[in-house]
């Protein structure tokens, strides 16, 4: 069965500092991953997407996800964090053959002044 | 703003009612999608509708249904509601063509809360 496992349910990290979220999935053949960002009473947003092609992909606000097809990841990367990147981070993933989307649980990222 | 409105923001109700909350897409997007989220089960993907007709089905319960109509709005209605129904409710749309390669735009959510 397909899944999508975000193992941190929270990760704080101090201003400044360069994130991870990770994500693994556990899809057969080559899946589309997706970032969500959602932040407080709002709905998600979308960060970014792996299809094909380079496994370094960037998106909105600074970030980037990086696709390693042998750990079967995709964790999601900032540089230099902003305490304004605080916000709940959802990582999804799509059979290329099947419309159904699955969502991880999601990662909250606390970002420390 | 996504370009995705959701009606009403809240809705209260009792155990055993019926409710229907609606959604209305980006302009041009044909498929829509709606999603539950609470805090024990996560964001679960409900049902996906493209140009009028069902997709896709996730995790939707019997008691709930949904449609998409000519003018692609969308509706969920939810029946016989439980307390475990309480939850946000997203609505989603994306762009025509090849859905599965295309990003979500999420609505603002309904909040059901079931007394």
């Known amino acids: 069965a397909q899944s999508v496992a975000q193992p941190e349910d929270q990760v704080n990290v101090a201003e400044g500092n360069p994130l991870t979220v990770k994500c693994t999935y556990s899809?057969?053949?080559?899946?589309?991953l997706f970032w969500y960002v959602q932040y407080p009473n709002r709905g998600l947003q979308f960060l970014l997407k792996y299809i094909t092609g380079d496994n370094l992909v960037k998106g909105s606000y600074g970030f980037e996800a990086e696709f390693n097809k042998s750990q079967t990841s995709f964790h999601l990367k900032k540089p230099s964090a902003l305490v304004s990147d605080s916000a709940l981070y959802f990582c999804?993933?799509?059979?290329?053959?099947?419309?159904?989307?699955?969502f991880g649980k999601g990662t909250r990222l606390h970002i420390l002044p | 703003d996504s370009g995705v409105t959701q009606t009403p923001k809240h809705l209260i109700t009792a155990t055993g009612q019926r409710v229907t909350l609606r959604c209305s897409p980006r302009s041009g997007d044909l498929s829509v999608y709606w999603y539950q989220q609470s805090l024990d089960q996560g964001l679960q993907f409900l049902i996906q509708?493209?140009?009028?007709?069902?997709?896709a089905k996730g995790n939707i319960l019997e008691r709930f249904s949904a449609q998409q109509f000519p003018d692609l709005h969308s509706e969920l209605n939810l029946s016989s509601l439980e307390l475990g129904d309480s939850a946000l409710y997203f609505c989603?749309?994306?762009?025509?063509?090849?859905?599965?390669?295309?990003?979500?735009?999420f609505g603002p959510g309904t909040r059901l809360t079931v007394l």
């Open positions: 989603a749309s994306s762009p025509p063509g090849l859905a599965v390669l295309d990003e979500q735009f």
């Open positions: 899809v057969s053949g080559n899946p589309y």
């Open positions: 999804a993933v799509r059979h290329p053959r099947d419309d159904k989307i699955i």
């Open positions: 509708y493209y140009n009028g007709e069902e997709r």
